[in-house]
């Protein structure tokens, strides 16, 4: 391929593809919200002195509160990009899983501990309890979120790493060692701090009507966590770009990709500005929480196109396309656009219907 990806694609390729992309961005927003949401409880948890009796911060009570239903959302919003990575990844995809084996399948029993571990620390009574019983609860929460981001990284390497797979499978390990791994971990981590700024800051902009002596403090604390989110994922992703083959390095800021890494850089450029302005406002101001909003969109967009020419660059098409078409005469998708136009708008009736009763109730 020797234009922009992924122009001179298949039709079939193109719309799983777009598919995939919007599907996992409206997932990661859920997962960043979580997995940097319950580092920071582990945090505050630690450093912040609250007497036992005292009410948490507005930051703190708002992730308690959401924590447990983003998580909800995290996975029901993973199963659509799921289904379509096996669909455009299948033998990769499957191979990876199958080297990875029990290892991989801890997955489902951490995720379901983590679940229930997050109702319990959101218990009101368990929120009293002292500092040496909170964190280490919080730390194991935490944990095993970590531990899902770590699993689903080293699956993905072992997916897109073909060649190693015989040696993998031959040493009988659990576990896939790559140069890789951990900058690109470093890479997700750190850019799930400026989501859960963003996702907090409309959040506490919608509350700062009913409690504005919070407000400040709220804002002061999102802020601190976009900008150092955002520094340091920079930092990181400069260290993966330095981990990555050099053939593949070329082929992003070359030919491939260079309007996705303009497009993200630019999306970084809008965040850290528009953070900026909320550090020195005296308010939450809506303007700069869109224009992050739409900072925001433009990373995750040029992040998440980089990160399928990676994978695409390490793979055969020759293999892949005819699959892509053979899916895509199966049949189907004219009830999958029905009722995904359908449950979007009972989606969207439920959370104007809620709000309506809120508004009400007070």
Known sequence: MQSVFPIGLPWPTLMYLFLYIVTLMIHVVFMNYVLAGSWYLVSMSLFERRKPDQTPSLVAGTLREWLPFMLSAAITAGIAPLLFVQILYKRNFYTANLLLFHRWMAILPVLIAAFYLLYIWKAKRVQAWPRYFTFPLGLLTFAGFAFIAWSWTENHLLSINAGSWAGHYAAGNWMYKSREVLPRLAVWFAGSFPTLALVLGWQLWYLQRDVPDHETVGRHRMSMLALAGLVTSAIAAALYAVAIPP????????????????????????????????????????IWLMTASVGLLMTLSGAAMIREIIRWFRMDEKVLLPLHKQAAEVGGLTIFLLFFVVNATLCAYCILRVRRGLAAAN
Not at 267 to 277: H, I, P, Y
Request: glycine residues 12%; proline residues 2%; positive net charge.
């Open 247 to 286: 053939e593949v390095r070329e082929a992003i800021t070359g030919y491939m990709g260079w309007p996705y890494v303009f497009l993200a850089g630019s999306g970084w450029g809008v965040q850290f500005a528009s953070w900026l302005q909320v550090r020195r406002s005296a308010r939450l101001e809506k």
